[in-house]
């Protein structure tokens, strides 16, 4: 299978985040994706890297003053101060309800907490560079599959289906995933489906979709109740307008089997079949992984091999893009297993 790798993605590396309140080292690293890459070429996997610019595109899924601001964020937070490269910004007011987020604020961290969902998503010198080869990623997968390549792997971070049309949050900037969806409806597909299989429920990706009939959005995720995002991702939100039965959201209770994980994979892979897709984007998310540090799920090595197999058979062609998955050593094997296992049942 063919695989999508920037060095961009390194750029991408602020030292700290705040969890649980406490400021502790980030979760999300370069060495994530570094893992990964390692794991692929002892696996014989072809890595390429992204060949097509996705600034089109990304006009399409993300608002225009949005792209602007995080274009330009740390160039910004640089002038505010002396030493600011030293340090890491992060948002400390945003306008919920009954504020006004029409108005684009002057001040810098006030711009800040507008763009963001949360305080999670810590902003360094290279997170625009990092972010964009992901998304120039997601798009190059969509046109080789337009060429003729079954699957595609965008071995790329930060990763994206937290990011929605204005915002980041969740470690995510650009929606790599709504990227690739956007890209082979432009290259003429009518029905695409996103699967998200992350333990974190893709409200990014929703939310852009939400109103669309074109593009079917199916998650398995952590009920929202307990587990993050927490605002969105549940079993009542079926799409809206003309995206209404479009979107199938399937919760399951933090520390749920791996038996009701997969009964949640086979409603979504019926559902993908019932719509008719013309090809599917998997948003892969590996921290349903037994030794993750932030999930509650249990699945073990031989279980993402499973749900390589599970997603082969829908016969469709598929771009995978790496979301979350923290175990960071294991992450690579994990991910190499979906990927054989998928190419295993063509």
Known sequence: MISLYSDLHENHAPVFEFFRGERVPCFETPARAAFVKARLLQAGHELRPPHVDSQAVLNQVHSARYLAFLESAWSNWLALAPGNAAQQPFPSVWPVRTLRSDVEPANFVARLGLYSMDNGSPLSAGTWAA?????????????LLGEGARAVFCCSRPPGHHAGADFMGGYCFLNNAAVAAQALRNNGLERVAVLDVDYHHGNGTQSIFYDRPDVLFVSLHGDPRTEYPFYLGHADETGEGAGAGFNLNLPLPAGATVGAWFHALEKACQRI???????????????????????????????????????????LPTVFVLEGGYAAEALGINAVEVLDGFEAGK
């Open 131 to 143: 972010a964009k080869a992901g998304a120039d990623a997601a798009a190059s997968a969509a046109a």
């Open 273 to 315: 079949t019932q719509y008719g897709a013309q090809a599917l984007v998997v948003s892969l998310g590996l921290d349903t992984f037994e030794d993750d540090p932030i999930s509650t799920f249990a699945l073990k090595l031989a279980d993402f091999r499973r749900l390589g197999q599970h997603l082969t058979a829908l016969g």
